[in-house]
């Protein structure tokens, strides 16, 4: 019979703090580009396509390791909102091409000054080598999920 593991203090779970970090992150995201019309489940799509113009749909999910129907229900919100639009891929008719309109392309630097203050809140007090080393071990703990 094998020993009975010792009990978890939830205090120590690494997923309890990135979950509560990430709540409190996002509600400070939301608030700050509230005034500009969007809202967290939009900002990652509008900076992905600001380095990848006239990608489709199916490979802005696998940028952003999200499903299909995630992207299609935020790629027409942002298409109702004015900030994308798109065309019909030349080399596939079934397929269409995202892109950036003019107020896509505006919104970028706002997000991401937000983005950096939100970093800024998040590691203040931080030194610059813990900086390197935080983002260091949280992309270790990425790859190994």
């Given at each position: 019979?094998s020993?009975?593991?010792?009990?978890?203090?939830?205090?120590?779970?690494?997923?309890?703090?990135?979950?509560?970090?990430?709540?409190?992150?996002?509600?400070?995201?939301e608030?700050?580009?509230?005034?500009?019309g969007?809202g967290?489940?939009?900002?990652r799509?509008?900076l992905l396509?600001s380095?990848?113009?006239?990608?489709?749909q199916?490979?802005?999910s696998?940028?952003?390791e999200?499903?299909k129907t995630?992207?299609?229900?935020a790629v027409?919100?942002l298409?109702?909102l004015?900030?994308?639009?798109?065309?019909?891929?030349p080399?596939?008719?079934r397929?269409y091409?995202?892109?950036?309109t003019?107020?896509g392309?505006?919104l970028v630097p706002?997000?991401l000054?937000?983005?950096?203050?939100?970093?800024e809140?998040m590691?203040?007090?931080?030194?610059p080598?813990?900086?390197?080393k935080?983002?260091?071990?949280?992309?270790r703990?990425?790859?190994?999920v």
């Amino acid at each position: 019979m094998s020993p009975v593991p010792k009990q978890h203090d939830p205090n120590k779970s690494i997923g309890k703090w990135i979950w509560m970090i990430d709540r409190h992150n996002i509600a400070y995201i939301e608030k700050r580009l509230a005034p500009h019309g969007i809202g967290a489940g939009q900002f990652r799509y509008i900076l992905l396509l600001s380095r990848n113009e006239g990608i489709n749909q199916e490979q802005l999910s696998q940028l952003l390791e999200l499903d299909k129907t995630a992207t299609a229900r935020a790629v027409a919100k942002l298409l109702a909102l004015g900030i994308v639009q798109r065309e019909t891929d030349p080399s596939d008719n079934r397929s269409y091409l995202i892109h950036l309109t003019k107020k896509g392309r505006e919104l970028v630097p706002v997000i991401l000054r937000i983005l950096g203050e939100s970093t800024e809140r998040m590691v203040k007090g931080f030194a610059p080598d813990e900086r390197e080393k935080f983002i260091l071990f949280l992309t270790r703990v990425h790859e190994n999920v």
